[in-house]
């Protein structure tokens, strides 16, 4: 069956940069997202990425994917206070998302 | 546009009473419905799916049962809560596989 694996936590000072990786196992996944959880939120997509790309850029945040090797990252440059969160990779196949366990990303002043 | 609606936000429930919560989505038809359910420190796990009306799928054996008496509403229900029923309930739907759309969840706590 699908698995995705994320570390659970992550501190990072305010202005550095943040890269939050995952693994996943289904081959034949089509999109790989990221979504972010704030506290007591729901998820909202913060950006994805088909599988035949490599990287993909949208302003703060840079996704690689190495298809290869199933794994996913997310960079966030110039991390705020504001993106204090707990992050979720997900994978396509069919009509489901699978996620991942997520990573808490902490921001230190 | 679209919107996703779940309600209610909290909910303090004794062991062994029902469960009703619900779901409903504005501004698409023919969606997939999701229940997921977040424990606490823990990542989301999937319960039930509908692909369409009266059309459920559950992914895990539990207390817990899921209906879709309408397109646009899902339903996720307990005839007698455990204590670890407790947990953040998501509910979400999707058109293709570009993305789902949470709501904003619900804290459920069986004391």
């Known amino acids: 069956g699908e698995d995705v694996e994320q570390s659970l936590f992550l501190s990072v000072r305010e202005g550095d940069s943040s890269v939050i990786n995952c693994t996943y196992t289904?081959?034949?996944?089509?999109?790989l997202y990221w979504y972010k959880q704030e506290p007591g939120a729901g998820l909202q997509l913060l950006t994805y990425?088909?599988?035949?790309?490599d990287m993909k850029q949208d302003q703060r945040l840079t996704v690689l994917l190495n298809k290869k090797d199933k794994h996913l990252s997310l960079r966030i440059a110039d991390t705020q206070t504001g993106d204090s969160a707990i992050y979720f990779c997900a994978e396509s196949a069919g009509n489901m998302l699978t996620f991942g366990g997520g990573t808490r990303l902490m921001v230190k002043p | 546009s679209q919107t996703i609606h779940q309600w209610p936000a909290t909910l303090v429930q004794p062991v062994g009473s029902p469960l009703s919560l619900e779901c409903t989505v504005e501004g698409t038809s023919n969606p997939n419905l999701y229940w997921y359910r977040q424990a606490a420190g823990r990542g989301l796990q999937l319960l039930f799916y509908?692909?369409?009306?009266?059309?459920i799928s559950s992914e895990v054996p539990q207390n817990l049962s899921a209906s879709r008496p309408q397109d646009r509403q899902f339903i996720l229900s307990s005839k007698k809560l455990l204590l670890s029923d407790s947990g953040f309930y998501l509910c979400?739907?999707?058109?293709?596989?570009?993305?789902?759309?949470f709501g904003q969840g619900t804290r459920l706590t069986v004391v």
């Open positions: 289904d081959s034949s996944s089509t999109y």
């Open positions: 979400a739907w999707s058109i293709s596989r570009t993305e789902a759309f």
């Open positions: 990425i088909f599988s035949n790309m």
């Open positions: 509908s692909v369409g009306i009266g059309q």
